[in-house]
C-alpha cells in the first residue's frame, strides 16, 4: 500500500523540527557558524547528519515495531553520550579569553566534529521519537515495515530543510556581531548548558539501567 502523502509530509515536517528544536546541537552550530561562517557550519551539519539518519531511523523503527528494540539499549548509549557531552561543556566553561575559543565549540575539523556530535548527542533519540509519534500518531497503526525507506526518506529532507534555515540564520551579520562581542560569555553559558543536558541524560540513563525499563 502505497504512503499517503500527507504521511510523507508528517514525517518530513517531524525531521525538521527535529533539527530546529532548541538542544546542545544548535548551540554548537551557532558557536560555530558564528565564529567561523557557514562554511564551517555547513561542514558541521553535513557530518551530524550521519546522526539524524541514526536517531530518526531508530525512532521509526521503535514506532513501527513497537519497542522491537530493548530500551536499555538506548539507556547505555545515552550513559556514553552524556560523559562526551559533559566534556564538551566543561571544556567550554574552562575558557578565560574569547580569543582561546576551546575545541569544544570551535573545531578545527568541524566536519569531523558534527558526525561524532550526531552520532553521541544524547538528547536525539528521545526527541525525534517524541516528533514522530506526534506527527504520526493517526497513522502509526497502519505502518509497516514496508514503509520505512520513504518515511526514513521524507524525514531526512525535512532535517535537511532545517539545516538550511539554521545555517542561513547563523551566517546573518547580526547573529555574527553578536557573537564577537559577546563570544567568552556566549561560550560559557553554552558549556554550562551542556553539562546540565549531561547531568540530565546521566541521571535519566542510569536511573533506566537500574530500572531495567
Not at 550513559?79 to 574569547?98: D, E, M, N, Q
Not at 534555515?165 to 553554552?190: E, F, K, N, P, Q
Request: net charge positive; charged share 10%.
Amino acid at each position: 500500500m502505497t504512503l499517503e502523502w500527507g504521511v510523507l509530509f508528517g514525517a518530513a515536517a517531524a525531521g525538521a523540527l527535529y533539527i530546529l528544536a532548541p538542544g546542545p546541537a544548535v548551540l554548537a552550530l551557532i558557536a560555530i557558524g558564528a565564529a567561523r561562517g557557514r562554511r564551517d557550519a555547513l561542514q558541521f551539519v553535513a557530518g551530524h547528519l550521519a546522526g539524524d539518519l541514526l536517531w530518526c531511523g531508530l525512532a521509526l523503527v521503535a514506532i513501527i515495531g513497537a519497542h522491537v528494540v530493548d530500551p536499555r539499549l538506548f539507556h547505555a548509549l545515552a550513559v556514553v553520550c552524556g560523559i562526551y557531552l559533559g566534556w564538551l561543556g566543561l571544556r567550554a566553561l574552562a575558557t578565560r579569553r574569547a580569543g582561546t575559543q576551546p575545541d569544544a565549540l570551535v573545531p578545527r575539523r568541524p566536519l569531523m566534529r558534527g558526525l561524532i556530535f550526531g552520532l553521541t548527542n544524547p538528547k536525539s533519540y528521545p526527541v525525534a521519537l517524541a516528533m514522530f509519534t506526534a506527527l504520526l500518531a493517526t497513522a502509526s497503526a497502519s505502518l509497516r515495515w514496508a514503509d520505512m525507506p520513504p518515511l526514513l526518506a521524507a524525514a531526512i529532507v525535512g532535517c535537511v530543510a532545517g539545516n538550511v534555515v539554521l545555517v542561513w540564520l547563523i551566517g546573518t551579520s547580526l547573529l555574527r556581531r553578536l557573537y564577537v562581542r559577546h563570544a567568552i560569555w556566549i561560550i560559557r553559558a553554552t558549556g554550562a548548558l551542556f553539562v546540565f543536558f549531561a547531568v540530565t541524560t546521566l541521571w535519566q540513563a542510569i536511573e533506566g539501567l537500574m530500572l531495567g525499563v
